[in-house]
C-alpha cells in the first residue's frame, strides 16, 4: 500500500521561493500520478500539479493556470519524492498543500484534479505573507 508524507512548508514572503517534498513509501502500482493540491481557509480544495510515473519520453506534468510558469514539479528518483518548486510566491498561494496518488492513470491530462485520489498525505502548511 502506498504512503505518502509531505514536508517543507513554511512562511515566506510575498516573491519568495519554497520547495515542498512528497515522500514515497510502500508499494506503488505500474501506472500512477503524484499530484499536489492546496486548500486555503475557507475555500474548496484547487489542484495546483501532477505528474506521471513514466520515465523518458512518456513522462508528463500539468499545472493550474493559477501557478503555471511559477511552479515546477519534478521526480526525484534517488529519494523516492515528488518535489514542488514554488517560485514568486503570492498571498494567494497560501494554504495546506497536500500530495495525493491515483492509480491506474499513465499521464496527466488538463483534468488530472478530477481523478480517484488515494490516498492523501497529511498535509504542510505554507504561508506567503509579509
Known amino acids: 500500500q502506498t504512503q505518502l508524507a509531505e514536508s517543507g512548508g513554511g512562511l515566506v514572503e510575498p516573491g519568495g521561493a519554497l520547495t515542498l517534498s512528497c515522500a514515497i513509501s510502500?508499494?506503488?502500482?505500474?501506472?500512477?500520478?503524484i499530484s499536489w493540491f492546496r486548500q486555503a481557509a475557507g475555500k474548496k480544495r484547487e489542484g495546483v500539479s501532477c505528474?506521471?510515473?513514466?520515465?523518458?519520453?512518456?513522462?508528463?506534468?500539468s499545472y493550474s493556470d493559477s501557478v503555471k510558469g511559477r511552479f515546477r514539479t519534478w521526480r526525484d528518483y534517488a529519494k523516492n519524492t515528488v518535489e514542488l518548486e514554488m517560485n514568486s510566491l503570492k498571498p494567494e498561494d497560501t494554504g495546506v498543500y497536500y500530495c495525493a496518488a491515483a492509480a491506474g492513470y499513465r499521464h496527466c491530462t488538463s483534468a488530472y484534479y478530477a481523478y480517484d485520489y488515494e490516498p492523501w498525505g497529511q498535509g504542510t502548511q505554507v504561508t506567503v505573507s509579509s
Open positions: 510502500g508499494s506503488t502500482p505500474d501506472h500512477y500520478v
Open positions: 505528474i506521471n510515473s513514466v520515465t523518458g519520453n512518456g513522462a508528463s506534468t
